[in-house]
């Protein structure tokens, strides 16, 4: 690709690891750099660079499956959080838990458990106790461990056409994905009040405003760029979430998890390139697409 001198390069500074993937991270490397090996279940963060570049330091990463046949380690929990059955293998094969939930999903997972206690001791009959839904990504990590609180009974949805199978005319507690838009959240919230006939309803807006906030200041960072270079994993919900809000405001702003997807075709011509990524996108990366966007 032939240098431009034209071309002006900015890379966000809101965009990259949030509070709780950092403190992952240096938990992780605190640990290595001590013994050499860890232990993670799943990925420590959604972007196979940034995974890549911890295994490389000795983290191995495991699934469920993987971790209920390891006894006597380490094992790091990541942001996500996990459900109390993770925390129950741990005990028994005597796995040392290095513990990096996100705060802000620690209390979350209180929250609904507490929630859940108090409702499962009002009544003897289940199809008495308030409905908690979860407005979140299913399978998601997080939300495994949010529904986890509850016994498994909280039921997640995705979007308000999935209300249209459930009875809303139950007490109704409404909780949130950390990481999902406080549009989505507000327009669940509208949609069963409109279809409520009957019973309570209460809802809770557990976003994480450090994430949430990102998104009005992303869209300001996209309309002031010819073009936007969004760097985000391939597995990363936050990802698509953000790259969504910059497509919105910039037509000319394309999707790449590194540096090698870049099309020369993308930035020609354009006098100023924006770059910003997800709450998984560590920093380096985005900076290797700044210098793929003007080689030496």
């Known amino acids: 690709m032939a240098k431009s001198p034209s071309h002006k390069i900015e890379i966000d500074s809101g965009s990259g690891f949030c509070f709780g993937v950092t403190t992952a991270i ?48 380490k094992v790091l929990l990541r942001a996500h959080g996990e459900p109390p059955s993770t925390y129950e293998t741990a005990k028994q094969n005597n796995i040392e838990i290095i513990d990096a939930t996100c705060p802000v999903v620690l209390q979350l997972q209180k929250r609904i458990k507490d929630a859940y206690d108090k409702s499962s001791d009002r009544s003897n009959d289940a199809a008495d106790d308030p409905l908690i839904i979860i407005y979140g990504k299913p399978g998601h990590a997080e939300v495994n461990g949010l529904v986890g609180q509850t016994g498994g009974s909280a039921v997640v949805i995705q979007d308000k056409s999935d209300l249209s199978n459930l009875d809303l005319d139950r007490d109704i507690w409404l909780y949130s994905q950390t990481t999902k838009s406080i549009e989505g959240f507000q327009e669940i919230v ?41 760097v985000s994993g391939a597995k990363s919900s936050n990802g698509r979430v953000l790259y969504a809000q910059c497509k919105e405001v910039n037509p000319n702003t394309y999707l790449i998890t590194d540096e090698t997807e870049l099309e020369p075709s993308w930035i020609e011509g354009a006098e100023s390139i924006g770059i910003c990524g997800a709450t998984s996108t560590p920093r380096w990366l985005m900076q290797k697409v700044a210098d793929a966007c003007n080689p030496t």
Not at 64 to 70: A, G, R, T, V, W
Not at 200 to 219: E, G, Y
Request: charged share 30%; aromatic share 8%.
């Open 26 to 73: 240096r938990k992780a490397e605190a640990e290595l750099e001590r013994t050499g090996v860890l232990y993670c279940l799943g990925d420590i963060v959604h972007n196979a660079g940034e995974v890549e570049r911890l295994r490389k330091k000795g983290l191995i990463t495991v699934d469920h499956d993987e971790f209920s046949k390891l006894h006597n380690v």
């Open 190 to 230: 509208a949609e069963i009040q409109s279809r409520k006939t009957k019973g309570s309803f209460q809802w809770f807006d557990t976003i994480c405003r450090q994430v949430a906030n990102r998104m009005p200041q992303l869209r300001e960072f996209a309309s002031n760029h010819d073009v936007i270079l969004f």
